[in-house]
């Protein structure tokens, strides 16, 4: 099992920053990526940021060059910079852990950070 646990959300002015954390704890065998998704009310969930083992970063249109993913693997931890924040950044953000075991994809998620951006 992959327990994950974000935390950094928050009220923030447009044009602002924050920093969400997902450390992730259990077992690291078949992890191929880490990644933030999210969602807000009444859309369905989407992703904003992925990692792969070997770094290879990818980002949704919306937020290419003012959202940066990184993870720091001596703390288990993926990390999503946020800059530059816009009203419709506002949603529910999940870390997601992509598994893969014996060829198929399972996906694990954390219970979300609610990130909120006031005009």
């Known amino acids: 099992q992959v327990q994950l646990v974000e935390s950094g959300g928050g009220l923030v002015q447009a044009g602002g920053s924050l920093r969400l954390s997902c450390a992730r704890s259990g077992s690291i065998l078949g992890i191929n990526a880490m990644g933030w998704y999210r969602q807000a009310p009444g859309k369905q969930r989407e992703l904003v940021a992925t990692?792969?083992?070997?770094?290879?970063?990818n980002y949704a249109d919306s937020v290419k060059g003012r959202f940066t993913i990184s993870r720091d693997n001596a703390k288990n931890t993926v990390y999503l910079q946020m800059n530059s924040l816009k009203p419709e950044d506002t949603a529910v953000y999940y870390c997601?852990?992509?598994?893969?075991?014996?060829?198929?994809?399972?996906?694990?998620w954390g219970q979300g950070t609610q990130v909120t951006v006031s005009s």
């Open positions: 990692i792969t083992n070997g770094g290879t970063t």
């Open positions: 997601n852990a992509d598994r893969r075991w014996l060829g198929v994809r399972h996906d694990y």
